[in-house]
Nanobody
Framework: QVQLGESGGGLVQTGGSLRLSCAAS????????MGWFRQAPGKEREFVAA????????LYADSVKGRFTISRDNAKNTVYLQMNSLKPEDTAVYYC???????????????WGQGTQVTVSS
């Protein structure tokens, strides 16, 4: 299993930006496709974005397309989520996750971080 740790969450006003980071350790990071998920209070965890192990392919939930960008730096064992034009409905705990294999996908993630809180005030 790869160990994951998120950072970069916080409180931001509507329309603002945040960049989340997720540092990986314990296994060869470049063997894993990565993803971001979120869970709002009282709701189920939902897919946000994913990136292939090479970084050449990405997937996004419709709700964040055009506002969020997932990227990775395999030399730094880190995946990022740049979040722009934030809305109150983006408020949630954000989790990064690792999926062994090459392909960006919305399911099949076996390793998870502890999460970082993002709060968007109106």
């Amino acid at each position: 299993q790869v160990q994951l740790g998120e950072s970069g969450g916080g409180l931001v006003q509507t329309g603002g930006s945040l960049r989340l980071s997720c540092a990986a350790s314990g296994r060869t990071f470049s063997n894993y496709a990565m993803g971001w998920f979120r869970q709002a209070p009282g709701k189920e965890r939902e897919f946000v974005a994913a990136i292939s192990r090479s970084g050449g392919s990405t997937l996004y939930a419709d709700s964040v397309k055009g506002r969020f960008t997932i990227s990775r730096d395999n030399a730094k064992n880190t995946v990022y989520l740049q979040m722009n034009s934030l809305k109150p409905e983006d408020t949630a705990v954000y989790y990064c996750a690792a999926r062994y294999g090459a392909v960006a996908a919305t399911t099949g993630f076996g390793s998870w971080g502890q999460g970082t809180q993002v709060t968007v005030s109106s």
